[in-house]
T-cell receptor, first 113, second 111 residues
Framework: DTGVSQDPRHKITKRGQNVTFRCDPISEHNRLYWYRQTLGQGPEFLTYFQNEAQLEKSRLLSDRFSAERPKGSFSTLEIQRTEQGDSAMYLC???????????FGPGTRLTVL | GNSVTQMEGPVTLSEEAFLTINCTYTATGYPSLFWYVQYPGEGLQLLLKATKADDKGSNKGFEATYRKETTSFHLEKGSVQVSDSAVYFCALSVNNNDMRFGAGTRLTVKP
């Protein structure tokens, strides 16, 4: 257990529905990252926050995706009008100022039917 | 851009065999290099890291040396155990920004 938690662990939804995932970071970590991992691939960067500010977004993050970190603590990732291609594991990672490695949560596995 | 290429798997070894998983990188600037491990049903865990050229990261009998001249960070272990069966990811980070991961190498160790 790295101290980063994600909820839910699994989500099954129908195409066209909206879904929201939550990540709770290690409390003193100011940076929070979202990644997507598909079967047989490594994680791909989506976006990251420093405190409450969203500093970078990948071109993978289409306009159906939105992420927030309203008080610089937990973060949410919402996918609107889900598509089958959104099926993946969504990973959250956090990083403190003192060290340069990221600590990953267990992930949320999304299945879009 | 920044990217990582790692040895394709799967890799199957007998217990106590020597392990090498190759990783090479392309980066602008001076990256930090990492190996993460993902055990079945679990999240990614940091295995080891190196932040500058010629640094050697080590943990749990695994080692990797940051080779700037060959842009490599190969993972090695002298004697693998069944419990080392997992997926191993090589990754880099430049300026403490997002990480770029390789595709992962699945290792299976048989008794």
């Amino acid at each position: 257990d790295t101290g980063v938690s994600q909820d839910p662990r699994h989500k099954i939804t129908k195409r066209g529905q909206n879904v929201t995932f939550r990540c709770d970071p290690i409390s003193e970590h100011n940076r929070l990252y979202w990644y997507r991992q598909t079967l047989g691939q490594g994680p791909e960067f989506l976006t990251y926050f420093q405190n409450e500010a969203q500093l970078e977004k990948s071109r993978l993050l289409s306009d159906r995706f939105s992420a927030e970190r309203p008080k610089g603590s937990f973060s949410t990732l919402e996918i609107q009008r889900t598509e089958q291609g959104d099926s993946a594991m969504y990973l959250c990672a956090t990083k403190g100022q003192a060290r340069n490695e990221q600590f990953f949560g267990p992930g949320t596995r999304l299945t879009v039917l | 851009g920044n990217s990582v290429t790692q040895m394709e798997g799967p890799v199957t070894l007998s217990e106590e065999a020597f392990l090498t998983i190759n990783c090479t990188y392309t980066a602008t600037g001076y990256p930090s290099l990492f190996w993460y491990v993902q055990y079945p049903g679990e999240g990614l865990q940091l295995l080891l890291k190196a932040t500058k050229a010629d640094d050697k990261g080590s943990n749990k009998g695994f080692e990797a040396t940051y080779r700037k001249e060959t842009t490599s960070f190969h993972l090695e272990k002298g004697s693998v155990q069944v419990s080392d069966s997992a997926v191993y990811f090589c990754a880099l980070s430049v300026n403490n920004n997002d990480m770029r991961f390789g595709a992962g190498t699945r290792l299976t160790v048989k008794p």
